[in-house]
T-cell receptor, first 111, second 115 residues
Framework: GDSVTQMEGPVTLSEEAFLTINCTYT??????LFWYVQYPGEGLQLLLK?????DKGSNKGFEATYRKETTSFHLEKGSVQVSDSAVYFC??????????FGKGTKLTVNP | GAVVSQHPSWVICKSGTSVKIECRSL??????MFWYRQFPKQSLMLMAT?????????EQGVEKDKFLINHASLTLSTLTVTSAHPEDSSFYIC???????????FGPGTRLTVL
């Protein structure tokens, strides 16, 4: 079945550091890909998404590009802030619209 | 953006009792809603897909008689945990599918503790 593998955390960075969280997927078709973020004590929020190969999703300084050839959707941000501290989930959705999540990566950004 | 609410945000109940959790899409209609369970430091596990006006579709290993789902309107789905036991203690999260954007929007979750 479909699956998502993302780098395990926790990840700890200093403010203004560069962030990469790796995500790869396995799917039989051509899924849509998502990054969700869960801030402490809150529910999941959609951060960005891409629906087809070579699409780039972006939001709040975060970016991820749908790479079909490497089946990847790595999340990047050039300069993280303390407020970016959260758990980040990579996910895919097939035609059934069900979401399959990775295990999540906890990011802590220190001042 | 689209908003989904859940009620209650947390609940404590005694073993053997039933608990109902509501999920509402506040500013859009959702023919499809999803119920997830999240264990500490783990990912979300899809429990079931709730379709307005029809029976829910449960994932393998999820007991349909224990986790009753009702999707009576385009803005409300409920999950009832029947005869709750301590092992049912978890964080339950719902999402609603916004058809116009093909995106799931998540509720803030409900923390269930069964004593």
């Amino acid at each position: 079945g479909d699956s998502v593998t993302q780098m395990e955390g926790p990840v700890t960075l200093s403010e203004e550091a560069f962030l990469t969280i790796n995500c790869t997927y396995t799917a039989t078709g051509y899924p849509s890909l998502f990054w969700y973020v869960q801030y402490p004590g809150e529910g999941l929020q959609l951060l960005l998404k891409a629906t087809k190969a070579d699409d780039k999703g972006s939001n709040k300084g975060f970016e991820a590009t749908y790479r079909k050839e490497t089946t990847s959707f790595h999340l990047e941000k050039g300069s993280v802030q303390v407020s970016d501290s959260a758990v980040y989930f990579c996910a895919l959705s097939d035609r059934s619209e069900k979401l399959v999540f990775g295990k999540g990566t906890k990011l802590t950004v220190n001042p | 953006g689209a908003v989904v609410s859940q009620h209650p945000s947390w609940v404590i109940c005694k073993s053997g009792t039933s608990v109902k959790i509501e999920c509402r899409s506040l500013d859009f209609q959702a023919t499809t809603m999803f119920w997830y369970r999240q264990f500490p430091k783990q990912s979300l596990m899809l429990m079931a897909t709730s379709n307005e006006g029809s029976k829910a579709t449960y994932e393998q290993g999820v007991e349909k008689d224990k986790f009753l789902i009702n999707h009576a309107s385009l803005t409300l789905s409920t999950l009832t945990v029947t005869s709750a036991h301590p092992e049912d203690s978890s964080f339950y999260i719902c999402s609603a599918l916004q058809g116009s954007t093909d995106t799931q929007y998540f509720g803030p979750g409900t923390r269930l503790t069964v004593l």
